[in-house]
């Protein structure tokens, strides 16, 4: 079991940046890969960013490529998302979600633990 809290959401003004956090506890943290997705309003969820167990290999989607980064510390057992140059599309709840293993990692439908998510809400 992993329980995933996250934090670090708020309001921001275009161009402007957040670093997300999320907090997990659980012995096996380490062994599962992590990932960000958000839900905009009257839009499905969708994938951020990952980052393998290892935390060593990042992904992200084109929407926030170059403007996002995903790290994480396994000794702390949080995964951070430093988000810059934000903008309006960006305004979303964003959720932490762990995952066993590498596999799709932009597949939502394959994480097993999902946090309660932090708004974000970038004013233009």
């Known amino acids: 079991q992993v329980q995933l809290v996250e934090s670090g959401g708020g309001l921001v003004q275009a161009g402007g940046s957040l670093r997300l956090s999320c907090a997990a506890s659980?012995?096996?943290?380490?062994?599962?890969?992590m990932g960000w997705f958000r839900q905009a309003p009257g839009k499905e969820r969708e994938f951020v960013a990952a980052?393998?167990?290892?935390?060593?290999?990042?992904y992200y989607s084109n929407s926030v490529k170059g403007r996002f980064t995903i790290s994480g510390d396994n000794a702390k057992m949080t995964v951070y998302l430093q988000m810059n140059s934000l903008k309006a599309e960006d305004t979303a709840v964003y959720y932490c979600?762990?995952?066993?293993?590498?596999?799709?990692?932009?597949?939502?439908?394959?994480?097993?633990?999902w946090g309660q998510g932090t708004q974000v809400t970038v004013s233009s």
């Open positions: 979600a762990a995952v066993l293993g590498a596999s799709k990692v932009t597949v939502q439908g394959l994480y097993d633990f």
């Open positions: 659980g012995r096996t943290f380490s062994s599962y890969t």
């Open positions: 980052i393998t167990w290892s935390r060593s290999v990042t």
